[in-house]
């Protein structure tokens, strides 16, 4: 059986992050929405999604398909739903579509579809708000379906540990660090490490090969992905991977995406001086959307880095590869390939943004390959028009 994970609507509300990737490689919990999918699923799992990423981001559209929202996380009950299903019937939650069984010639969703209701839990990563305030949840039902069944490696007896809901993967470092698992689970990944100092309040997830500097402090549902390094103070937020928030400065209720870079003493406001609701930039709105939250912070784009001491307002976006420094506050919607900050933007000339992207992969040994450079020459293209405005 093969199964699509499609982008559907969802793809232009989660902008800025969904630039660079289908709906289905945003991680929430431990794992990306597809590495969810993943564990569940038996047979080949490939992507629908727009055109530019479809050469890095392939499906296979032969025989018997099973179409599957890219936006929502998967659960057991869930699963087994799908697979009673019959050709030609969707599982949908309310008015959002799950999964429909079809064959290749059934593209996507469709109003023709025979409907059958989901009453199960759903957990639908429908705007970038919802990776954070969702990841608690998230990262509990991770931290049970990569755990179970198996046996915690252990740790130094120079940590002090609180509960015991703590897992340790092979290769992980840690040293007078403080675990609370009382408040959520901790999850340390493959070669991670924690040094010194360091005071953790679960849940958090350390994914493989990241670091916690030395005295961070975390604290609410967390997400550290794979080769990343953080310091400071950090609260409720989802560092995608191959990013670094590595100095002192806070970081709350935010989602940074790959490849990014907070300058030393950097911070987020995540709460309005007068504690009003959060508004924060819709690209379909072409304007500033209700988020329904008093805490919400920064959502940032792949290969976008700040300088030391950035501050950023309370809900603010930035694009794919911008550059901001200097002082004073940037406006709260900073499009891609912009580099300035409070004084104003010009244009990241392309060639130059692509030579960092570069240097910056080629230190962790990956590759700017043409792929990537045409996915980014069609977001630098395809913004244009905002950095006009």
């Known amino acids: 059986m093969n199964f ?34 993943q564990h569940y699923l038996k047979g080949e799992l490939t992507y629908q999604t727009v055109p530019y990423l479809s050469d890095k981001y392939t499906h296979n559209l032969q025989g018997s398909v099973v179409f599957v929202n890219g936006s929502v996380c998967p659960t057991e009950e869930m699963v087994h739903a799908i697979d009673r299903l019959g050709e030609g019937e969707c599982l949908q939650f309310g008015d959002v579509p799950i999964a429909h069984k079809g064959d290749a010639s059934s593209v996507g969703f469709s109003e023709e579809l025979r409907k059958v209701e989901f009453t199960g839990p759903f957990s639908h990563i429908s705007r970038p708000w919802k990776i954070f305030s969702s990841n608690a949840e998230e990262l509990e039902a991770d931290f049970n379906l990569i755990t179970k069944g198996r046996t915690s490696a252990s740790l130094s007896s120079t940590n002090t540990v609180l509960g015991d809901r703590i897992f340790v993967e092979d290769g992980v470092e840690a040293e007078c660090a403080v675990f609370n698992t009382l408040s959520g689970p901790i999850y340390l990944g493959k070669d991670s490490s924690v040094m010194e100092g360091s005071v ?34 950090v609260n409720n937020s989802v560092i995608t991977g191959y990013s670094n928030k590595g100095h002192d400065g806070f970081l709350g209720n935010s989602v940074l995406g790959e490849w990014c870079n907070i300058g030393a003493d950097s ?25 329904g939250l008093q805490f919400c912070g920064l959502i940032m784009g792949d290969h976008s880095k700040c300088g030391i001491n950035t501050m950023f307002n309370t809900g603010t976006v ?67 028009g905002y950095r006009q405005k």
């Open 200 to 233: 953790i309040r679960g849940g958090l997830a350390l994914c493989e090969h990241s670091q916690l500097k030395l005295a961070t402090k975390i604290y609410g549902a967390t997400t550290v992905g794979p080769h990343s390094k953080v310091g400071g103070e």
């Open 267 to 291: 911070n987020n406001s995540n709460l309005k001086n007068n504690y009003d609701e959060v508004k924060l930039w819709s690209y379909p709105h072409q304007g500033f959307e209700k988020t």
């Open 318 to 384: 930035v694009g794919v590869s911008a550059n901001i420094f200097g002082s004073g506050f940037p406006r709260n919607f900073v499009p891609s390939f912009s580099w300035g900050g409070a004084s104003g933007f010009t244009t990241y000339n392309f060639d130059k943004a692509m030579t960092t992207a570069s240097l910056v992969m080629e230190r962790r040994g990956i590759e700017l390959d043409k792929v990537e450079s045409n996915i980014l020459r069609h977001v630098f293209d395809e913004t244009s």
């Open 4 to 37: 699509i994970l499609t982008d559907l609507t969802e793809r232009p509300h989660l902008l800025p992050l969904t630039f660079t990737r289908p709906v289905a490689e945003i991680r929430v919990g431990i794992l990306t929405i597809r590495e969810k999918w």
